[in-house]
């Protein structure tokens, strides 16, 4: 089994920051990709952003220019910067991970929360 363990959610004003992050553990074999995703109230989840394995990422729309996604492979941790964050970034955000299998893991979520 995959464990991913979220850290750093958190209540911020407009315009604040928040750094996420997702440590991997258990039977990690060749992780393919890992990412955010998110799920704000009476939204689907959606993508926010993804690192694969060889450091290439990719951003929704809605957050480039503001958030910057990082991986440390030597600790299975992937990081989400968020800066100028505002009140539409509300959510729970998840963590994934995919191997080469293209089997994917779940993190339990942690909730930003960005008042106006």
């Known amino acids: 089994q995959v464990q991913l363990v979220e850290s750093g959610g958190g209540l911020v004003q407009a315009g604040g920051s928040l750094r996420l992050s997702c440590a991997a553990s258990?039977?990690?074999?060749?992780?393919?990709?890992m990412g955010w995703y998110r799920q704000g109230p009476g939204k689907e989840r959606e993508l926010v952003a993804g690192i694969t394995s060889g450091g290439s990422t990719k951003y929704s729309d809605s957050v480039k220019g503001r958030f910057t996604i990082s991986r440390d492979n030597a600790k299975s941790t992937v990081y989400l910067q968020m800066n100028s964050l505002k009140p539409e970034d509300t959510a729970v955000y998840y963590c994934n991970l995919e191997n080469r299998w293209g089997t994917e893991y779940w993190g339990q979520g942690t909730q930003v929360t960005v008042s106006s």
């Open positions: 258990g039977s990690i074999f060749s992780i393919n990709a």
